[in-house]
């Protein structure tokens, strides 16, 4: 399944970590792509595309100002990460029998009416106050199962291998 990930309202003086963290999440579970919107922030950028080269796979990450570009013209579904709608482990399922590209939005400040009407799906995971990565992850893994955690991740220069009492790292000198 093609996945993009949508992350509104970045804004670096408060999310450069959690944005970091959202990005990352979306890309070691699957996604192919993360748009994000609110201010532009070429370190994240830049952190980013350097994660990607040193550790491999097929991901991209963009700037998009007009978010609401973005959701209109997107061509498959929308599934919209909130504390309102479907509960997750009904609609995941459902969700994961289709075919087309699917975008998932996810929000920061408090994301508007629109993106609730022009979703696909609204998504509840939990009905609590929760983490934007938390509820990335938790969809991510309910949607795939566990092809979630078993991506590609071939072309970098660090892998893990992973064992009982810790892991072995290999860092190819290419």
């Not at 996604?31 to 040193?54: F, N």
């Not at 007009?66 to 399922?93: D, S």
Request: aromatic share 6%.
């Amino acid at each position: 399944m093609n996945i993009t990930v949508l992350r509104l309202g970045h804004r670096p003086h408060r999310d450069k970590r959690l944005s970091t963290h959202l990005i990352l999440c979306a890309r070691a579970l699957g996604a192919e792509k993360v748009i994000y919107s609110g201010d532009e922030d070429p370190r994240l950028e830049e952190g980013v595309r350097d994660t990607v080269e040193r550790w491999g796979g097929e991901f991209t990450l963009e700037y998009e100002s007009n978010w609401r570009g973005v959701i209109k013209q997107w061509k498959g579904n929308m599934v919209h990460l909130t504390m309102y709608g479907l509960p997750v482990e009904e609609a995941a399922p459902k969700i994961g029998e289709t075919e087309e590209p699917l975008l998932v939005v996810v929000g920061g400040p408090k994301v508007p009416r629109d993106v609730y009407d022009h979703a696909t799906w609204n998504v509840s995971v939990t009905n609590q106050p929760h983490s934007e990565v938390s509820a990335l992850a938790i969809f991510m893994l309910l949607l795939q199962g566990d092809d979630a955690l078993k991506h590609d991740f071939s072309g970098g220069s660090i892998r893990i291998t992973p064992n009982e009492r810790g892991k072995t790292v290999e860092v190819s000198k290419d």
